[in-house]
């Protein structure tokens, strides 16, 4: 999400820092080079322009100033100004106080708003909100098929009425299942069109009357830039929108769409989407998400994510166990599990302060090595687990047999255990004496990240 720019601006902001002091020409000269990237990201041409002449006035009051590097503090300019193209600050779902909360989910087809409202549902779920989804898409073939599937999926209860092609009835029997089951949220999946057509907005708008929801939230496709933009100002027409959720955006999305649909609506992004799984829906916060194009990182999502992936009381228990008994290889199963519900570990360092894409591009980090470890463990009896010593020749051949892997893979992940042990029994130990670094992780072939 946002490599192309986020590269591109960090070459703009390297070159001027580079010059130590900045002179009203090198600003000049700077933001005709921002222009140039926000341009090709597809940003909105006049955002653009409004958002250059903010910066330039402000960063030339700053070459005044003597106690400040000129350079940084113009990142923090563009960073804030970035903040405020974005949408200032985080707009979350709008909760009724007389439940349920009603969300009608709109968008063209190929969006992924049926995927969305799975993904949203489930996450509501997590946050305590119990959740309901309601298949209003009577014209998509397999639209209902699909939200059930979602729905049984994620353990979210979805109401359909394949009997009728009467949206508004269907919708308004959804809500009213959701009253009587004391739902906190119902979740309104609305049908789509290839494009913005009459009767498709004549519908919605017959919906919306009907059902008055707390939320209308508009499904974009964040891969199609500035014809997101668009379509969104057709459905804001009709329908008077509440908010954007973006979709897509861990593909090639150069960014545009982000950039410019707050600036042209005045509509908060609320979510984006960043993945296929039910998982991969995040929450969006326009300061954060400036300081990850400007490199700056963003380590409150990463804790949040931490946090929401880890067992806090399996990780109290596994650190009382290491600190007493010391590391066997069922506490790191259960540890290599907690961190592959992170997701990616690129995306991971993406969160980290300085981190880029270009240095990203010669981490090689193989996703299957992590199967590959976790089948060798598995192959291994539960007696082979706890004592790994006992693992002898045959023994290897065993599990290497067992799994599908080499000997000598089992080999390498049992050297880089007993490493991982040591550095263990150093840190519970409170070592603080000479120790030979950290060790290679059991992820790739050199190490953490694979060969290089």
Known sequence: MFDELTDKLGNVFAKLRGRGVLTESDIKDGMREVRRVLLEADVNFALTREFLERVEKQAIGVLQLKQVQPAQQLVKIVHDELTAMLGERREGLKMSSVPPTVVMMVGLQGSGKTTTAGKLARKLKLEAKTTRLVAADVYRPAAIDQLETLGKALDVPVYADRTTQDVVKIAKAGIDQGVRNRDRVVIVDTAGRLQIDADMMDELKR?????????????????????????????????????????????????????????????????IGVGEKPDALEEFHP????????????????????????????????????????????????????MQKLGPFENLLKLLPGVNPKMLKDVKMDPKRMKHIEAIVLSMTPQERKKPELINGSRRARIAKGCGRSVSEVNRLLEQFREMQKMMKKMSGGAGGKGGGMPRMPFGGGGMFGPR
Do not use: C, H
Request: net charge neutral; charged share 30%.
């Open 287 to 338: 300061e954060r998400m400036a300081g990850r194009i400007l490199q700056m990182g963003d380590v409150v999502s990463l804790v949040e994510k931490a946090q929401e992936a880890f067992d806090a009381t399996e990780a109290k228990k596994l650190e009382k166990k290491v600190r007493k008994e010391g590391m066997d290889l069922e506490d790191f199963l259960s540890a290599m599990r907690q």
């Open 207 to 271: 919906l919306k009357a009907a059902i008055k929801p707390d939320e209308i939230l508009f499904v974009a496709d964040g891969m199609t830039g500035q014809e997101a933009v668009k379509i969104a100002q057709g459905f804001n027409e009709a329908l008077d929108i509440t908010g954007v959720i973006l979709t897509k955006l861990d593909g090639d999305a150069r960014g545009g769409a982000a950039l410019s649909i707050y600036g042209v609506l005045k509509k908060p992004i609320k979510y």
